[in-house]
């Protein structure tokens, strides 16, 4: 298997703007996961899915995030508009089980000036 | 209060030498995962353990659940070695995944 695969691998975009960030998790993964990296913060949740279901999306931190899952093997994350506090790096990630290991995806590099 | 903690945050080593990052949790988990981040790239899942310990080559990966609290040893430690090593507790029953703030390694030739 390729493992879990985003796109973009980087993404540079003017504040205002559209953003999607794409994941295709595991083939057979149940779990999937978006994360968000930053220095000051760290690596935080900001949404999961099981079976293609939202179960938390209690870390997405505005009504500007949505995240979708339509089917097994894609889900997006998209920000509307975007700002440059949104910067990070997005991770995504897939396991087959909720306490089994995760596998993560190289992540999206987002700046937003 | 960050409910999972790392120490030390920044870690300096020579070649060879043996290693140790603690990493302590005030919350109930089911499951405390080691994650290994290199500078520039992707993270990489080392350890998922719930009780006992794990050996991988030169890692070793220990959880006492009494105590809350868990270790990443490295034997002989390498330059490769350098990078960023992250616990996570799987927290509660929603399977999310609490994260410390990481350790920064680095290993000196």
């Known amino acids: 298997d390729a493992g879990v695969i985003q796109s973009p691998r980087h993404e540079v975009t003017e504040m205002g703007q559209e953003v999607t960030l794409r994941c295709k998790p595991i083939?057979?993964?149940?779990?999937l996961f978006w994360y968000r990296q930053t220095m000051m913060r760290g690596l935080e949740l900001l949404i999961y899915?099981?079976?293609?279901?939202?179960?938390?999306d209690s870390g997405m931190p505005e009504d500007r995030f949505s995240a979708k899952m339509p089917n097994a093997s894609f889900s997006t994350l998209k920000i509307q508009p975007s700002e440059p506090r949104d910067s990070a790096v997005y991770f995504c990630?897939?396991?087959?089980?909720?306490?089994?290991?995760?596998?993560f995806g190289p992540g999206t590099r987002l700046t937003v000036t | 209060k960050n409910e999972v903690e790392q120490s030390p945050q920044n870690l300096t080593a020579q070649e060879g030498e043996f290693i140790t990052i603690n990493c302590s949790y005030s919350?109930?988990?089911?499951?405390l995962h080691w994650l290994q981040q290199h500078p520039g790239g992707g993270i990489v899942s080392l350890f998922m353990l719930s009780s006992g310990k794990k050996k991988h080559g030169r890692l070793i990966a220990t959880i006492n659940i009494q105590e809350k609290h868990s270790s990443l040893h490295i034997t002989a430690s390498h330059p490769r070695d350098s990078a960023v090593y992250i616990c996570a507790g799987h927290g509660g029953s929603q399977g999310n995944l609490i994260f410390g703030k990481g350790t920064k390694l680095s290993v000196k030739p």
């Open positions: 990630a897939s396991s087959r089980d909720r306490t089994y290991e995760q596998y």
């Open positions: 919350v109930g988990i089911s499951a």
């Open positions: 083939s057979g993964h149940d779990y």
């Open positions: 899915f099981n079976n293609n279901v939202p179960i938390d």
